[in-house]
């Protein structure tokens, strides 16, 4: 069964300072790689969305990137504000319909 | 754009009531599923279809039907509501594209229900 771990599980910054989440996935087939942002209380907001055949995927100041054999994601988020602050999911599609979650990153930028 | 809809937000029931999440996606989206979101585990994948008239079981089912009579609703019946379904509940959606990869998946905004 495919399992996804995201680490750190908390994460602290103060504003300004670029950062690095980390995903891993223990089965490499999968068609797809997608990181959300989750604000407390609030639904899943879609960030980027990674295909297996890709590397790496960007919008704004967010930069996700995908290694697919070592079983690795990591979202780059530069410059980072006090808005920035929610929970980080990423989750990996292995088919039609299932999404594997990992249990998130939770962010709190410093003003 | 209304994109995944889902209704109520907010539900309290006691244990052996039953009732229906509700969840409506305008997107022409042949996916549709549904996940529980609980502390320390992450979403779980509860049922899930791929087209009207279409359902399967997901990784956590028990306790839970689904049905698809149109492409826009998924509706996600409790049968006998326990403590243990305490969760918040997403629904999602997406399709596969026309060169054959999947598509985001789109949340809705989840259903918080208690059990008592």
Wanted: glycine share 8%.
């Amino acid at each position: 069964k495919q399992e996804v771990t995201q680490i750190p599980a908390a994460l602290s910054v103060p504003e300004g300072e670029n950062l690095v989440l980390n995903c891993s996935f223990t089965d490499s087939a999968i068609y797809n790689l997608q990181w959300f942002r989750q604000d407390p209380g609030k639904g899943l907001t879609s960030l980027l969305l990674i295909q297996s055949s890709q590397r790496e995927q960007t919008s704004g100041r967010l930069n996700a990137s995908l290694d697919k054999s070592s079983g690795r994601s990591t979202l780059y988020i530069a410059a980072s504000q006090p808005g920035d602050s929610a929970t980080y999911l990423c989750a990996v599609r292995t088919g039609a319909n299932n999404l594997f979650f990992g249990t998130g990153t939770r962010l709190t930028v410093i003003p | 754009n209304a994109g995944v809809t889902q209704t109520p937000k907010f539900q309290v029931l006691k244990t052996g009531q039953s009732m229906t999440l509700q969840c409506a996606q305008d997107m022409n989206h042949e996916y549709m599923s549904w996940y529980r979101q609980d502390p320390g585990m992450g979403l779980r994948l509860i049922h899930y279809s791929v087209g009207a008239g279409i359902t399967d079981q997901g990784e956590v089912p028990n306790g839970y039907n689904v049905s698809r009579s149109t492409t826009e609703d998924f509706p996600l019946r409790l049968l006998s509501a326990a403590p243990s379904q305490t969760s918040v509940y997403f629904c999602a959606s997406s399709y596969p594209s026309s060169t054959g990869l999947y598509t985001e998946a789109f949340f809705g905004q989840g259903t918080r229900l208690t059990v008592v």
